[in-house]
């Protein structure tokens, strides 16, 4: 018998030299809707773009990536 699953959805953004992994908020939204929703917590995201998705440890990564460039 198969059976089906849905896969975890894990957003991954950069702070500080950090990886921060954040939960999904609603697994109906699309993933453009969550960067619109975190954008409200992290200034930074308000300029980012989304990666391809990436499948690792059972779970769907989203990579937010910043497009600021830095200064000096």
Same mark, same amino acid.
């Given at each position: 018998? +198969? =059976?089906?699953?849905? +896969?975890? /959805? $894990?957003? =991954?953004?950069?702070? !500080?030299?950090?990886?921060?992994?954040?939960? #999904? &908020? #609603? &697994? *109906?939204?699309? &993933?453009?809707? $969550?960067?619109?929703?975190?954008?409200?917590?992290?200034?930074? =995201? *308000? *300029?980012? !773009?989304?990666? &391809?998705?990436?499948? /690792? #440890? #059972?779970? %769907?990564?989203? /990579?937010?990536?910043? %497009?600021?460039?830095? !200064?000096?």
């Amino acid at each position: 018998m +198969l =059976l089906a699953t849905q +896969l975890k /959805r $894990v957003f =991954l953004m950069e702070e !500080k030299g950090q990886t921060v992994e954040l939960s #999904d &908020p #609603d &697994p *109906t939204l699309s &993933p453009q809707a $969550v960067l619109n929703h975190y954008s409200n917590l992290y200034a930074i =995201l *308000t *300029t980012a !773009k989304i990666s &391809p998705a990436d499948i /690792r #440890d #059972d779970a %769907v990564q989203y /990579r937010f990536e910043s %497009v600021m460039g830095t !200064k000096g």
